[in-house]
């Protein structure tokens, strides 16, 4: 055997990730030590401080189910720490962002995610339809059943209270969030039992290979999404365990017939929102899209029966993509602040007659640099803190080749002129 064939072996990689205190999944440890399998899920299982959750966990097509649990490792505790570290980080840059900029640059966001959760259950749209939606604007008949995930989306932003607290909750939700585009596809997947599906469910791979059937009978499905969303609001449990937790658990149990994922998405993002901000939550969908393959493995690895209800390598492998996304989300905003000063400076140059138009210009910048829909009258009155007559005026005053002016849309939207700065080699 040469140096390689070491390097790949089982046993080698099971040594490596000892040595280096790595938290191994049961599933792995059967496959490459299984003298030792039953002894660690025992230690795991037991351990002063291992959590425990009221729901079984079964694989489709197996006898034996096991209670769900957690081990608080260290590698969970410092991917906790780090995301806290990226938050403050996050909320830093924020403080120096001008306000414009920063609604530009959620409402950016908003659309990627929304455009991210529907790319990842195949549903289609575009930004042009999601942002068409945004704005008010007329859209085709045949995507009005996009404007129900949208208008709830928006509730994120706009942060306003969706409620989350009984299996009710869940499917006065569900109704008016992603019963419509699943009805477009399949008109008779409706909900039909007392509040979720009365009739089993199964998910299957793209070679119709069944990977997970969803809890059933209804009357056990509703206990356990019970007990789950008292384990999403149990503030006894730290926060970002629990939220992903619950994402956890609304996979497996799977209420309705479809519209699952993007449901718990949504969920997910809600509650990240309302304990940071929108942008930490507008993050998700992008993340697991790129990681899709991933995000899907870590589900049936955690249902599979060798792997016994340990969610620990599920919630490390989250929180994992949730540190990408923060972090991807500060590299955006840095590189669109270190725009703003350079286009600031060449904008410092430009001839304007009063400061209260040269205020409008910057506006007008920020209002370019991200989501690209411009600037309303009250959206640059409310930050000038001056009148619609004066800034009628001074917008009226400004050269035409300096703006760009949308009158498709009322009210109109104003942004600059990129060309002015990006030509000008005077500048």
């Not at 906790?80 to 409402?107: D, G, H, S, T, W």
């Not at 009357?219 to 999403?232: E, H, R, V």
């Not at 286009?343 to 370019?368: E, H, P, V």
């Amino acid at each position: 055997m040469n140096y390689n064939d070491i390097t790949k072996s089982p046993i080698f990689i099971i040594y490596i990730e000892v040595l280096f205190m790595k938290y191994i999944s049961l599933k792995k440890i059967y496959y490459t030590d299984i003298n030792n399998y039953k002894i660690e899920y025992k230690k795991r299982f037991e351990a002063i401080t291992t959590k425990h959750f009221s729901i079984e966990i079964k694989q489709y097509n197996r006898e034996k189910a096991y209670p769900a649990f957690l081990c608080y490792t260290e590698e969970i505790m410092l991917l906790v720490e780090r995301f806290y570290k990226n938050y403050f980080n996050l909320f830093k840059i924020k403080q120096q962002a001008p306000p414009i900029l920063l609604r530009q640059f959620v409402l950016s966001s908003l659309i990627d995610e929304i455009k991210s959760t529907n790319d990842i259950e195949g549903v289609h749209s575009t930004k042009k339809q999601i942002k068409d939606i945004l704005e008010s604007q007329p859209i085709s008949k045949d995507f009005l059943h996009l404007k129900s995930v949208v208008d709830k989306y928006s509730k994120i932003i706009n942060n306003e209270d969706i409620y989350f607290n009984s299996c009710q909750d869940i499917r006065k939700f569900y109704d008016t969030f992603a019963l419509d585009e699943v009805l477009t596809e399949h008109p008779d997947w409706k909900p039909d039992g007392k509040i979720f599906r009365k009739d089993p469910v199964e998910i299957t791979s793209a070679t119709d290979k069944v990977l997970h059937q969803g809890v059933y009978p209804e009357d056990k499905l509703i206990i356990n999404m019970s007990i789950a969303l008292d384990i999403l609001n149990n503030e006894e449990i730290l926060f970002l365990i629990r939220v992903i937790c619950f994402h956890y658990f609304f996979g497996y149990l799977h209420p309705f017939y479809d519209g699952n994922g993007r449901t718990a998405r949504f969920i997910f993002s809600y509650y990240l929102a309302k304990e940071f901000d929108e942008i930490v939550a507008l993050r998700l969908s992008v993340i697991i899209k790129r990681y899709k393959k991933k995000y899907y493995d870590i589900f049936q690895d955690t249902d599979n029966e060798y792997n016994k209800g340990d969610l620990t390598i599920f919630v490390q492998t989250f929180l994992e993509m949730l540190n990408k996304g923060l972090k991807e989300a500060i590299d955006i905003l840095q590189k669109k602040l270190s725009q703003l000063e350079t286009y600031s400076d060449k904008l410092n140059k430009i001839i304007i007659s009063d400061n209260i138009t040269k205020n409008i210009y910057f506006i007008l910048l920020q209002a370019s640099l991200f989501f690209g829909e411009g600037a309303t009258i009250s959206e640059i009155m409310k930050t000038t803190k001056k009148s619609r007559g004066t800034i009628q005026q001074r917008l009226d005053n400004i050269p035409k080749s300096h703006l760009f002016i949308n009158k498709n849309i009322k009210p109109y939207r104003y942004k600059l002129n990129m060309l002015l700065l990006k030509n000008n080699e005077n500048l």
